[in-house]
T-cell receptor, first 114, second 115 residues
Framework: AQKVTQAQTEISVVEKEDVTLDCVYE???????LFWYKQPPSGELVFLIR??????QNEISGRYSWNFQKSTSSFNFTITASQVVDSAVYFC???????????FGSGTQLTVLP | EPEVTQTPSHQVTQMGQEVILRCVPI?????FYWYRQILGQKVEFLVS????????KSEIFDDQFSVERPDGSNFTLKIRSTKLEDSAMYFC?????????????FGPGTRLTVT
């Protein structure tokens, strides 16, 4: 069985603050893939990043960075210098073993205030 | 940039009616998926499709659901006899087949309202 927990239901920050969104996953498989998706108010799901279980290297893309730690089964997402346009629901997702289906967390609603 | 498209964007139907939701995946992708998201809740997997057959399905995907790839471009989800609890946003997604687990690209969704 696989499970993704996003304990933060809602986060509100003021523009230019840094914010970290937490994601904790559970799987018995040694091979798995982790993803983050963004869902803006318009409703579509936008792919942000994919990580596989053999690559614990952290990644930075502009204002976005991801911290993958197998020891704590976490794949956290940090937005630096947040902007109003970052306001959205962010979903962490897991695909493990031979199954390609994504198991999503319940999402974190991020609101960035001007 | 290639994208997944879905039609219609919004479908209203009466309980007990059949609906067909349509998707055009990215052209060189070979894996196709349907997910649903009940308002305010998480995104849930329904079914995946590869090589003209279902490869995985969830417990949600019962006998009232079916999928089809009627031609080389469309991928459809049929709900035979809709129930009120089928009201949700339905997302189609597609992915490639490289050795790594490719990211799934999602369409804009079809909002299904069952009255």
């Amino acid at each position: 069985a696989q499970k993704v927990t996003q304990a933060q239901t809602e986060i509100s920050v003021v523009e230019k603050e840094d914010v970290t969104l937490d994601c904790v996953y559970e799987t018995r498989d040694t091979t798995y893939y982790l993803f983050w998706y963004k869902q803006p108010p318009s409703g579509e799901l936008v792919f942000l990043i994919r990580r596989n279980s053999f690559d614990e290297q952290n990644e930075i893309s502009g204002r976005y960075s991801w911290n993958f730690q197998k020891s704590t089964s976490s794949f956290n997402f940090t937005i630096t210098a947040s902007q109003v346009v970052d306001s959205a629901v962010y979903f962490c997702a897991l695909s493990s073993g031979s199954a390609r289906q994504l198991t999503f967390g319940s999402g974190t609603q991020l609101t960035v205030l001007p | 940039e290639p994208e997944v498209t879905q039609t219609p964007s919004h479908q209203v139907t009466q309980m007990g009616q059949e609906v067909i939701l349509r998707c055009v995946p990215i052209s060189n992708h070979l894996y196709f998926y349907w997910y649903r998201q009940i308002l305010g809740q998480k995104v849930e997997f329904l079914v995946s499709f590869y090589n003209n057959e279902i490869s995985e399905k969830s417990e949600i995907f019962d006998d009232q659901f079916s999928v089809e790839r009627p031609d080389g471009s469309n991928f459809t989800l049929k709900i035979r006899s809709t129930k009120l609890e089928d009201s949700a946003m339905y997302f189609c997604a597609s992915s490639g087949t490289s050795g790594l687990r490719d990211e799934q690209y999602f369409g804009p969704g079809t909002r299904l309202t069952v009255t």
